[in-house]
Nanobody
Framework: QVRVVESGGGLVQAGGSLRLSCVAS????????VGWFRQTPGKAREFVAA????????YYADSVKGRFTISRDNAKNTVYLQMNNLIPEDTAGYYC?????????????????WGQGTQVTVSS
């Protein structure tokens, strides 16, 4: 079993940067694909980025391509989401999730374990 905890959210001005961290517990984290999703009140959870278990494959939503970068350090059981050039539309709760089958796709239903989320607020 793998459990994940997010951190790094906060309030930032438009154009600024934040780095989110997703720290996992469990021996099998290196075998998991990991994804980041975001959600605003009243809306469905939205795919942001994902990384395969080895880190060789990454995937991004069109809305964040060129601004966000996902990476992982399996030795630290951590996945990062570097967010640059933030815009107010990026404001949301950000959630990390682990896919036990290792792929890390864009579908919410592909993931087995979710964190509690960290809030990102971008002011204009």
């Amino acid at each position: 079993q793998v459990r994940v905890v997010e951190s790094g959210g906060g309030l930032v001005q438009a154009g600024g940067s934040l780095r989110l961290s997703c720290v996992a517990s469990g021996r099998t984290f290196s075998n998991c694909g990991v994804g980041w999703f975001r959600q605003t009140p009243g809306k469905a959870r939205e795919f942001v980025a994902a990384i395969s278990r080895g880190g060789l494959s990454t995937y991004y939503a069109d809305s964040v391509k060129g601004r966000f970068t996902i990476s992982r350090d399996n030795a630290k059981n951590t996945v990062y989401l570097q967010m640059n050039n933030l815009i107010p539309e990026d404001t949301a709760g950000y959630y990390c999730a682990a896919d036990f089958e290792g792929r890390g796709g864009s579908f919410v239903t592909s993931y087995d374990s979710w964190g509690q989320g960290t809030q990102v607020t971008v002011s204009s």
